[in-house]
């Protein structure tokens, strides 16, 4: 299957565009329990395609700053109410095999992703938000 946002021989890297929420929660919403994610900001970011799970929670990180990103989440492009944990390189592969689903099938549709982690503390150590 040919990669999404793949080069296109002029010699350009091919990249992931998401949308990347973070400091909001996960509520349930409806009679059927579905959850939806509430509050924070949303903000669309690019990044090379073989991004690095830790360069990607460093881009991610820059987004709200005095936090060091512990988790990325994403959901399933066919089922709304699956989210998926990212929190290594192999499971940031599993996300680009589901980024490049999403845009075969929905070339326009935006792949979201959730973010939490933890505030740095002033000694240099890390708390739980």
Known sequence: MAAAGASGGSGEVARLRMMCSHGGRFLPC???GAIRYVGGETR???????????????????????KIVS????RLADDDGVLVS???????AH????????????????F??????????????????
């Open 71 to 74: 988790a990325v989440r994403y």
């Open 44 to 66: 669309v970011i690019v990044v090379p395609r073989e991004v690095s799970f830790h360069e990607l929670a460093a881009k991610l990180g820059e987004m709200e700053v005095g």
């Open 86 to 92: 990212v929190t290594c390189d192999e499971e940031l």
């Open 95 to 110: 996300l680009r095999d589901d980024y490049d689903r999403l845009k075969a099938t929905r070339p326009s549709a935006s």
């Open 30 to 32: 409806g009679p059927d």
């Open 112 to 129: 979201r992703v959730f973010f939490s982690g933890q505030r740095r503390a002033a000694s240099g150590r890390t708390t739980s938000r």
